[in-house]
């Protein structure tokens, strides 16, 4: 009992009150920039389960926890608010969220979604500056026979040491310098020689990869692996009757054999250890297969940054997982992939578990997931989203005139009809997929 709290309900509870409390407190921050009066500010919905008034506003934490709300003053139309007894007792009166110009309503609403996103960077960076940045220190390359890399000159076994001339010490410091310069000089050692190879690198290219020995990186607590014994740093030996001679084979192995049992031979601090060991399924959203896993990763090497390049590098790959969410919501859109691919509140629990799992590191890298993308969705033009509000904003600053409050009505119950529906879909989509 006391694992599946500490591994599945505080994780989950963790990452959604995280991504809410800080999307509640863009729009409760800047409401009160504003003047904006705030009567209550809820993370989760239903009766409170912890409350406590802080001059104007009632801050809670309600039953459920799949969401939050925060309630200003004046969301009804015309209706006027007097902040607080100071301002009582100097007759002035504070307009309602309503009342204040459509630029301050934006910014009000648009700061949420903003928050999860500058929250994310900030996770990143902290992530960075405590863990380090996680590296492929191995440079000894497999070449795929056949392919451009093999015609232009590279070898299996090969070690790469610089290329034009800089020395790269992992295999993110080499494609940081071919991102840029495509066209570059790769040096090699080669049976304790040097060789110079001129070639082309495109970022979807393939038949090169790095030469990884099969060591255990890291293990999930209470995996398939975890449970036979195996240790970090441990080398796998045999699968059966096959000799093991890099990751990719070992990976390959075991992805093609869930839920059959396999026999794993290993060294541990020069002990030779052996026991079976069964995959469990795992649905792999890049193939879009179900395959095997043990529960180890990739053994890597930390690589520990300034506070400049862990800057640098937080907003570098804030800006790639914004870029690649808004390509997959259009790949969604156009059908380019599947629509059981979208995933709920029941995704998130189990993915926080399995994050959990692997480490609180992992963990964090969930969480800047799950906050860019509520950041992302809370933006699209549905009515009762961020999105939706600012939609109508816009037209009701562009028509100069307020829609009635019969239409608002209107246009809310459709945007909460939307909602519904997307809840229903995707709850399906959690409880049906593989």
């Not at 990452?15 to 863009?26: K, N, P, S």
């Not at 309503?98 to 999860?116: E, Q, S």
């Not at 790639?320 to 509140?345: A, C, D, E, H, N």
Request: with cysteine; proline share 4%.
């Amino acid at each position: 009992m006391l694992s599946f709290l500490l591994y599945s309900i505080l994780p989950f509870l963790f990452i959604l009150g995280f991504c809410i409390t800080i999307h509640e407190f863009g729009h409760f921050l800047f409401a009160k920039l504003f003047h904006i009066p705030v009567e209550k500010f809820s993370i989760g919905y239903g009766p409170a389960l912890i409350r406590k008034k802080i001059g104007e506003t009632d801050f809670r934490i309600a039953y459920f926890p799949l969401g939050g709300y925060v309630k200003m003053a004046g969301e009804e139309e015309g209706e006027i608010i007097k902040h607080d007894e100071k301002s009582e007792q100097k007759g002035k009166e504070l307009p309602g969220f309503y009342d204040a110009p459509v630029y301050k309503r934006i910014l009000v609403v648009f700061n949420g979604p903003l928050f999860n996103i500058f929250s994310a960077f900030l996770v990143l960076l902290l992530s960075f500056i405590i863990y380090g940045l996680t590296v492929n220190p191995y440079m000894k390359i497999e070449v795929e026979k056949g392919s451009y890399y093999e015609k232009v000159g590279f070898l299996t076994n090969d070690s790469i040491i610089a290329v034009n001339g800089q020395y790269v010490g992992n295999w993110e410091e080499l494609w940081e310098i071919v991102e840029h310069e495509h066209d570059v000089t790769v040096t090699v050692q080669r049976d304790g020689k040097q060789a110079h190879i001129e070639v082309i690198f495109y970022a979807d290219s393939t038949g090169l990869m790095p030469l990884i020995p099969p060591l255990v990186g890291s293990l999930k607590r209470r995996g398939p692996a975890d449970k036979a014994g195996l240790k970090k740093g441990d080398q796998i030996l045999k699968i059966d009757d096959e000799q093991i001679h890099n990751w990719h084979q070992m990976v390959a192995i075991v992805r093609a054999r869930r839920n059959v049992p396999l026999q794993f031979t290993w060294q541990h601090e020069g002990e030779i250890q052996v026991a079976h060991i069964t995959p469990t399924s795992a649905y792999d959203p890049i193939s879009q297969d179900t395959v095997g896993q043990i529960g180890i990763f990739v053994p890597h090497s930390k690589k520990f940054l300034s506070t400049i390049d862990a800057l640098t590098l937080s907003m570098k790959r804030t800006l790639q997982l914004l870029w690649r969410m808004l390509g997959i919501f259009y790949q969604l859109v156009t059908r380019q992939i599947s629509t059981k691919q979208i995933g709920g509140p029941i995704a998130i629990f189990r993915l926080s578990t399995e994050s959990a799992q692997w480490g609180f590191e992992h963990l964090l890298g969930l969480l800047v997931i799950i906050s860019i993308n509520l950041g992302l969705i809370n933006l699209f033009p549905i009515p009762a989203l961020d999105g939706g509000h600012i939609l109508i904003s816009t037209v009701e600053a562009i028509r100069r005139k307020r829609f009635t409050k019969k239409t608002r009505l209107v246009i809310q119950q459709i945007g909460y009809a939307i909602i519904l529906f997307l809840i229903i879909f995707v709850t399906f989509n959690d409880l049906t997929r593989r």
